[in-house]
């Protein structure tokens, strides 16, 4: 028989998951201990765990959970509270944590849009380089709307699904 993890969840398999979860985060570009974080978190009953409890989990040192929270939170994938009654910080995965990261992603690609704009002005609008920079920038304005049309067809049918 096969430990547990909490709920009778059998805790092999639940390893075995937030490796092979992880494992694809690792391949679509995401570093690979933030991967194995994030998937343990998500995995999780309560959505949440210290620092010890993923460190025990994941069989990684306090460090290493530190590196990879750290990276979560700029990416606002995670969040950090206090334990109720504690010091101890807990590390929070939320359902909205896609919204949240891809919201934070529209920030960037306007950034990116912002230095386009002056790459165009720079290289000069008819030279190949300029059109080119042009056809970059053209790309990810059309980008950008359609994950702000997405995002709000997103809230309307987690309404729907979920009714929260």
Not at 27 to 44: T, V
Not at 52 to 58: D, K, R
Not at 80 to 85: A, C, I, K, Q, T
Not at 89 to 105: C, I, K, S
Request: no cysteine; glycine share 10%.
């Amino acid at each position: 028989m096969t430990e547990t993890a909490g709920g009778g969840r059998d805790a092999e398999a639940v390893s075995k998951f937030v490796e092979s979860f992880a494992a694809q985060l690792v391949e679509a570009g995401m570093q690979r201990m933030p991967a194995r974080i994030f998937a343990a978190l998500l995995s999780s009953d309560e959505g949440a765990m210290t620092s010890a409890e993923l460190g025990e989990q994941l069989q990684i040192s306090p460090a290493a959970v530190s590196g990879g929270v750290r990276y979560l939170a700029q990416t606002h994938m995670v969040s950090r509270e206090r334990e109720p009654g504690s010091r101890r910080e807990r590390y929070v995965v939320h359902g909205d944590q896609w919204y949240e990261a891809l919201t934070n992603r529209e920030a960037v690609l306007k950034r990116w849009e912002g230095a386009l704009r002056d790459g165009v002005t720079s290289l000069g609008e008819n030279t190949p380089a300029g059109r080119r920079m042009a056809e970059t920038l053209a790309f990810f304005e059309f980008i950008e709307g359609e994950v702000s049309a997405m995002m709000e067809r997103w809230r309307v049918h987690r309404q729907q699904v979920f009714g929260d």
